[in-house]
T-cell receptor
Framework: DAGVIQSPRHEVTEMGQEVTLRCKPI?????LFWYRQTMMRGLELLIY????????DSGMPEDRFSAKMPNASFSTLKIQPSEPRDSAVYFC?????????FGEGSRLTVL | AQSVTQLGSHVSVSEGALVLLRCNYS??????LFWYVQYPNQGLQLLLKYTTGATLVKGINGFEAEFKKSETSFHLTKPSAHMSDAAEYFCAVSDAGNTPLVFGKGTRLSVIA
């Protein structure tokens, strides 16, 4: 079991550019979560899916953020256009029985 | 709504000393409780969890936590700190449904030689 796989691990981009973060969840785990981690705000839930369906996206900060899960093995988080305040580590997590299994995260820096 | 409060954003202990990281939760339903550890530049790794049954839960790396309903607490302990325990620790709560985990702000543990 390879665990949750995220890419890219690091992304540096300029303000206004589109950013796409990718997640491959654990096979058979039907719920997927996107979190954002910053020093100021800690871990924030952005959106989560059950069986590929978005359940709650109230944590998505603005319309610039969007997330999709076209199938059980892939999800994307897109920011368009990106802004410096979007700089953070973005985590994808898959739910086990009760706990979450996290990926290594994607560190985004927007200049 | 559920919430978690971790007392102390930074705890420093000497190597070999007791580790105690505090977590209090708020939940209107019986909670499921978790402790995660995060090493630099890594994701969160599950240390232990309480769902039902025995209130004293043992986890990896010698850590344990006790669920105390009367105190709404789930403090994390380890009898003897090791240098490798230096990391960020997060307490989290959820309910019995399929709802997301709610995380505390985290506590950074430093271990002094």
């Amino acid at each position: 079991d390879a665990g949750v796989i995220q890419s890219p691990r690091h992304e540096v981009t300029e303000m206004g550019q589109e950013v796409t973060l990718r997640c491959k969840p654990i096979s058979g785990h039907n719920s997927l979560f996107w979190y954002r981690q910053t020093m100021m705000r800690g871990l924030e839930l952005l959106i989560y899916f059950n069986n590929n369906v978005p359940i709650d996206d109230s944590g998505m900060p603005e319309d610039r953020f969007s997330a999709k899960m076209p199938n059980a093995s892939f999800s994307t988080l897109k920011i368009q256009p990106s802004e410096p305040r979007d700089s953070a580590v973005y985590f994808c997590a898959a739910r086990g029985v009760r706990e979450l299994f996290f990926g290594e995260g994607s560190r985004l820096t927007v200049l | 709504a559920q919430s978690v409060t971790q007392l102390g954003s930074h705890v420093s202990v000497s190597e070999g000393a007791l580790v105690l990281l505090r977590c209090n939760y708020s939940s209107s339903v019986p909670p499921y409780l978790f402790w995660y550890v995060q090493y630099p530049n890594q994701g969160l790794q599950l240390l232990l969890k309480y769902t039902t049954g025995a209130t004293l839960v043992k986890g990896i790396n010698g850590f344990e936590a006790e669920f105390k309903k009367s105190e709404t607490s789930f403090h994390l302990t380890k009898p003897s700190a090791h240098m490798s325990d230096a990391a960020e620790y997060f307490c989290a709560v959820s309910d019995a449904g399929n709802t997301p985990l709610v995380f505390g702000k985290g506590t950074r543990l430093s271990v002094i030689a």
